[in-house]
């Protein structure tokens, strides 16, 4: 899992990214100095697991990042946990209204700050993907067997890309979409599946909305597929 840390102060950002380093699962924390620092590796394919972003910052603040975030389809499911010195009840509930999952105050507590991302990130983890032991029980097969059908779904979504990218008729298409969707809910690839039920059913806005969301679920599968292998 990588985090996302947008705070434009230094000072703050290293001792919280020194925390997070220490969860289990962690693999990497990546740092922005402000929202539309952020806002930019979002959409060069950053794709994080949690994103701990200060409410007050210059360019864009953390609810401006977040209501960003909530508005496009692709990074919706990006839980944001908010970040302020400022404990009064109108910057939690602003925070919250515009759809983040948790709130830490500076200065942090170890303890409480450990507790709160680690609850968020397993519950969060676990609406996105199926983790690979459950997958590899529920299907009774071995977990590198999983991660090899994974791999064949990853081959499959690039088909679909190319064939969508040269005309493939449009039908034709959206039954494609429909079994790879059914592929990515058997393997426990939870916000895959969702993002294919949403492109089929926007699909009358054109091919060039299928390949985006095909090309995002197939990011989807590889960070899966990254952090499987890791455990196998």
Same mark, same amino acid.
């Given at each position: 899992m990588?985090i ?8 703050? +950002?290293v ?7 220490r969860l289990?699962g962690? @693999? ?5 100095? !402000?929202g539309?620092?952020?806002?930019a590796l979002l ?10 972003c200060d409410?007050?910052m210059?360019?864009? !603040?953390?609810v401006?990042?977040?209501k960003r975030a909530?508005?496009?389809?692709l ?9 302020s010195?400022?404990a !009064?009840r109108?910057?939690v ?5 515009a $759809?983040?999952v $948790?709130f830490?105050?500076k200065?942090?507590?170890?303890? !409480?700050?450990?507790r709160?991302l680690? +609850?968020?990130l397993?519950?969060?983890? @676990? ?5 690979l $032991?459950?997958?590899?029980? +529920?299907l009774?097969?071995p ?7 994974m791999r064949?779904?990853?081959s499959?979504?690039s088909?679909?890309?190319g ?6 008729d ?8 429909q079994r790879?969707?059914g592929?990515c809910a058997?393997?426990?690839l939870?916000?895959c599946?969702?993002?294919l039920? @949403?492109?089929?059913?926007?699909a009358?806005?054109?091919d060039?909305a299928?390949?985006i969301?095909? +090309?995002e ?5 590889t960070?899966v597929?990254?952090?499987? @292998?890791?455990e196998?």
């Amino acid at each position: 899992m990588k985090i996302l840390i947008v705070d434009d102060d230094e000072i703050s +950002r290293v001792p919280l990214e020194s925390l997070i380093q220490r969860l289990p699962g962690v @693999t990497g924390v990546v740092e922005a100095a !402000d929202g539309e620092a952020a806002w930019a590796l979002l959409q060069d394919g950053l794709r994080p697991s949690l994103c701990c972003c200060d409410l007050s910052m210059p360019n864009l !603040d953390g609810v401006g990042l977040l209501k960003r975030a909530k508005g496009d389809q692709l990074l919706s499911a990006i839980p944001f946990v908010m970040i302020s010195s400022a404990a !009064d009840r109108q910057s939690v509930l602003s925070a919250i209204e515009a $759809g983040a999952v $948790g709130f830490i105050i500076k200065p942090f507590s170890f303890a !409480d700050t450990t507790r709160t991302l680690e +609850r968020i990130l397993r519950e969060t983890q @676990t609406n996105l993907v199926e983790p690979l $032991g459950q997958i590899a029980r +529920r299907l009774g097969l071995p977990k590198s067997e999983v991660i090899r059908l994974m791999r064949k779904l990853q081959s499959d979504i690039s088909a679909c890309v190319g064939r969508v990218q040269t005309g493939s008729d449009a039908s034709t298409s959206l039954a494609e979409i429909q079994r790879i969707q059914g592929s990515c809910a058997l393997l426990g690839l939870k916000h895959c599946s969702t993002l294919l039920r @949403t492109c089929v059913g926007e699909a009358t806005s054109g091919d060039e909305a299928l390949v985006i969301f095909l +090309r995002e679920v197939n990011l989807q599968v590889t960070l899966v597929i990254e952090s499987a @292998t890791q455990e196998v």
